[in-house]
């Protein structure tokens, strides 16, 4: 992902999920990065043998208020803003402090 730099890591979260960590990134610029991605799937498509395939995504996002806070704890506000951003409509990207 080319929105992200070298300190950040990207990984794999249950089954359809991932998780992004953007270190050293204020919550405006990381919710700009996440309307970038989002908007960058949202115009991919694949062509296959049944047609074309497009995709959109749904983001929740976060931010470490303390650093006192397990990431359980992070990961669970995240989920949060994706559980809304799923509700109102998909393909958006909703923050949940």
């Given at each position: 992902?080319?929105?992200?730099?070298?300190?950040?890591?990207?990984?794999?979260?249950?089954?359809?999920?991932?998780?992004?960590?953007?270190?050293?990134?204020?919550?405006m610029?990381?919710?700009?990065?996440?309307?970038?991605?989002?908007?960058?799937?949202?115009?991919?498509?694949?062509?296959?043998?049944?047609?074309i395939?497009?995709?959109t995504v749904s983001i929740g996002?976060?931010?470490?208020?303390?650093?006192?806070?397990?990431?359980s704890?992070?990961?669970?506000k995240?989920?949060?803003?994706?559980?809304v951003?799923?509700?109102s409509g998909?393909?958006?990207?909703?923050?949940?402090?």
């Open positions: 992902i080319s929105e992200t730099g070298n300190d950040d890591i990207i990984g794999r979260y249950g089954k359809e999920g991932f998780i992004v960590l953007l270190n050293q990134t204020e919550l610029d990381a919710q700009q990065k996440a309307e970038t991605i989002r908007d960058k799937i949202s115009t991919l498509s694949i062509k296959s043998p049944h047609g395939i497009t995709t996002l976060t931010t470490v208020s303390d650093p006192e806070d397990e990431i704890a992070l990961i669970r995240a989920d949060m803003g994706l559980f951003a799923k509700e998909k393909n958006t990207v909703k923050v949940s402090l």
